[in-house]
Antibody
Framework: QVQLQESGPGLVKPSQTLSLTCTVSGGSISSGSYYWSWIRQPAGKGLEWIGRLYTSGGTNYNPSLKSRVTISADTSENQFSLKLSSVTAADTAVYYC????????????WGQGTLVTVSS | DIVMTQSPDSLAVSLGERATINCKSSQSVLYSSNNENYLAWYQQKPGQPPKLLIYWASTRESGVPDRFSGSGSGTDFTLTISSLQAEDVAVYYCQQYYNTPRTFGGGTKVEIK
């Protein structure tokens, strides 16, 4: 059974860079045709897809965030990471990591989510 | 981007009654070469991550009760809970995985009447 767990600072100052890591257990992020994704959800609001990574090469980002987002992988640690630069209060949200079962597949495994607050 | 629009925003249904949620995409998510609709439904309970319920518009994820069903094609889709149970109280989201960026509907909150 694949499990994902987000980790990182819960508080980030405005204009700084938000950095989160997702640790995957129960399977290798390098195997299969899986895509490893980040999604966020402001309190009381809907879901926003941030982007995804394919460890054999390639990323896709939401154009609305593309200039500020980097998703990368550390296959030796079986982790993938999210960096979001120049954050503002509008970036305050619960951030989820998740797995897509393939290039054209839904999100089948999710982490529990981690709340990141942007505030001075 | 494909815009996903759900209706209603919320609904209250009596226990044992049917709940119906609609989802409309701004362009077709039907891939003609395989005749599959790239549309999923998720259930999110308070304090929990979303859980995949249905994919390919009508295929139930393993372990999902058969009172949940999905239908529709092209741009119009429906999630039906045939007999609402107390544990079904949640927010439900549709999502297209036809292209990137992946996009979600705004969510429908289902409550007990």
């Amino acid at each position: 059974q694949v499990q994902l767990q987000e980790s990182g600072p819960g508080l980030v100052k405005p204009s700084q860079t938000l950095s989160l890591t997702c640790t995957v257990s129960g399977g290798s992020i390098s195997s299969g045709s899986y895509y490893w994704s980040w999604i966020r959800q402001p309190a009381g609001k809907g879901l926003e897809w941030i982007g995804r990574l394919y460890t054999s090469g390639g990323t896709n980002y939401n154009p609305s965030l593309k200039s500020r987002v980097t998703i990368s992988a550390d296959t030796s640690e079986n982790q993938f990471s999210l960096k979001l630069s120049s954050v503002t209060a509008a970036d305050t949200a619960v951030y989820y990591c998740a797995r897509e079962g393939g290039y054209w597949n839904p999100l089948d495994y999710w982490g529990q989510g981690t709340l990141v607050t942007v505030s001075s | 981007d494909i815009v996903m629009t759900q209706s209603p925003d919320s609904l209250a249904v009596s226990l044992g009654e049917r709940a119906t949620i609609n989802c409309k995409s701004s362009q077709s998510v039907l891939y003609s070469s395989n005749n599959e609709n790239y549309l999923a439904w998720y259930q999110q309970k308070p304090g929990q991550p979303p859980k995949l319920l249905i994919y390919w518009a009508s295929t139930r994820e393993s372990g999902v009760p058969d009172r949940f069903s999905g239908s529709g094609s092209g741009t119009d889709f429906t999630l039906t809970i045939s007999s609402l149970q107390a544990e079904d109280v949640a927010v439900y989201y549709c999502q297209q995985y036809y292209n990137t960026p992946r996009t979600f509907g705004g969510g429908t909150k289902v409550e007990i009447k």
